[in-house]
């Protein structure tokens, strides 16, 4: 989902507070707001073909696809895509078989990760891979309006956003900027696992996965009703960098 700009609103844009508000309606209530493409009404979906109709998959199904191309990206051995005619079929919209919210470092990239194709995999980044406002509402978003059967939420070693907030937890580090509002927002999670055995970069990074997986399951009603009516599923993993194999952990 990207909206335009305020400043210049089409006949489909819709600014964050406005989703925000709409976020607790019913599917038929979002559609009649227009938050909801209309081939989304009841019975459109039996006359309307997805852009992709490969992606029209149950949550399971979806895992297996997913972890299927992280095979395939660990051999080396990642599809040919033609984006070309992947562009052409996805200018009417998108139909991604899987949401996921990961870290936004550099080398988490999580389309070839899954060896997808444009309109598959719905990213969204933020440092650290945790839960905010605005990431949650474009999850929301891609299950509600896009038909996502499935979300990820991708963790990784390393990860800088971690090691930062456990300076802050231990040594009471204080960064520049914003990135301090970053490192408080990861407190909780690495003040469950500060005084565990073990490596606390790991137990921080798995327990922040399992964190994030808890709070999108418990926290909003629309992933909610979708998990109670077998719609989605919501799972969590661990990028390992220098296999580029994901674990699947939560």
Known sequence: ???????????????????????????????????????????????????????????????????????????????THDFKAEREALVSGQN??????????????????????????????????????????SLEYSVLALGAPLILVLGHESCGAMIAGIKTAKDHTVYPGKIQTLTLALQPTINKVLKEPGDLLHNATVQNVKDSVDQLKSTSAVLGDALASGKLKIVGGIYRLASGKVDLIA
């Open 96 to 137: 991604p078989f899987v949401a996921v919210l990961s870290c936004a470092d550099s080398r988490i990239a999580p389309e070839y990760a899954f060896d997808t194709a444009r309109g598959d995999l719905f990213a969204v980044r933020v440092a650290g891979n945790f839960v905010t406002d605005e990431g949650l509402a």
């Open 1 to 79: 989902m990207c909206p335009s700009p305020e400043s210049t609103p089409g006949p489909n844009t819709h600014d964050r507070r406005h989703f925000l508000r709409l976020a607790g309606l019913g599917a038929g209530a979002l559609l009649l707001a227009g938050a909801l493409p209309a081939r989304l009404a009841k019975g459109a979906e039996e006359n309307v073909a997805p852009p992709k109709p490969q992606n029209a998959l149950s949550p399971d199904q979806a895992l297996q696809r997913l972890m299927e191309g992280n095979e395939r990206y660990i051999r080396g051995a990642s599809t």
